[in-house]
Antibody
Framework: EVYLVESGGGLVQPGGSLRLSCAAS????????MSWVRQAPGKGLEWVSR????????DYADFVQGRFIVSRDNSRKTLYLQMNNLGVEDTGLYYC?????????WGQGTLVTVSS | EIVLTQSPATLSLSPGERATLSCRAS??????LAWYQQKPGQAPRLLIY???NRAIGIPARFSGSGSGTDFTLTISSLEPEDFAVYYC??????????FGQGTKLEIK
């Protein structure tokens, strides 16, 4: 049973952009906040961004520094993360999560590799 | 930013033993603390939320305690499938989340 499926990762050069998607199935996400959490290879977990259930408010980790934009389309049950001006330090597996202050449901992640 | 420090970094125990993992916050997080388990090649799984509440489907051998700055995850009797990396996580308001660096629970 798969509830959250991320896509859109890949190899990108430094300074480039990617748009990640996270599609929900067989679970309720409408009305729930959603987050993106990333994990660099061999490293720990790092929260990236959170969006409210309605999509009208968003929060970001300090390291995002205006480079990323989180959005959602509740009619499509899909979460997005637009990532611009990517650096090598952004390399990692990006997970979307259902967020109830704790992250109770996780996708399997999509891999972002930033390299020249 | 609130920093979470987990100890020990690595814990070596045998099946059937009791595991005690610690998470210390640099300032009070009240009871807004969660614990996750991550196995190699898998996404993290929520074990405990709000310091002491087991998530759906989590066995009773997992328990959480603490409030303020000091928290503990206890596994009462280790099963072979419990050997993994464990992370604590806190939430502040406005929403910002930090994770601890993880404790690796390995078979002795």
């Amino acid at each position: 049973e798969v509830y959250l499926v991320e896509s859109g990762g890949g190899l990108v050069q430094p300074g480039g952009s990617l748009r990640l998607s996270c599609a929900a199935s067989r679970i309720t996400v409408s009305g729930y906040a959603m987050s993106w959490v990333r994990q660099a290879p061999g490293k720990g977990l790092e929260w990236v961004s959170r969006i409210s259930g309605s999509g009208d408010s968003a929060d970001y980790a300090d390291f995002v520094q205006g480079r990323f934009i989180v959005s959602r389309d509740n009619s499509r049950k899909t979460l997005y993360l637009q990532m611009n001006n990517l650096g090598v330090e952004d390399t990692g597996l990006y997970y979307c999560t259902r967020d109830q202050a704790s992250h109770d449901i996780w996708g399997q992640g999509t891999l972002v590799t930033v390299s020249s | 930013e609130i920093v979470l420090t987990q100890s020990p970094a690595t814990l070596s125990l045998s099946p059937g033993e009791r595991a005690t993992l610690s998470c210390r916050a640099s300032q009070s997080v009240s009871s807004y603390l969660a614990w996750y388990q991550q196995k190699p090649g898998q996404a993290p799984r929520l074990l405990i939320y709000d310091a002491s509440n087991r998530a759906i489907g989590i066995p009773a051998r997992f328990s959480g305690s603490g409030s303020g700055t000091d928290f503990t995850l206890t596994i009462s009797s280790l099963e072979p499938e419990d050997f993994a990396v464990y992370y604590c996580q806190q939430r502040t308001w406005p929403p910002a989340y930090t994770f601890g660096q993880g404790t690796k629970l390995e078979i002795k």
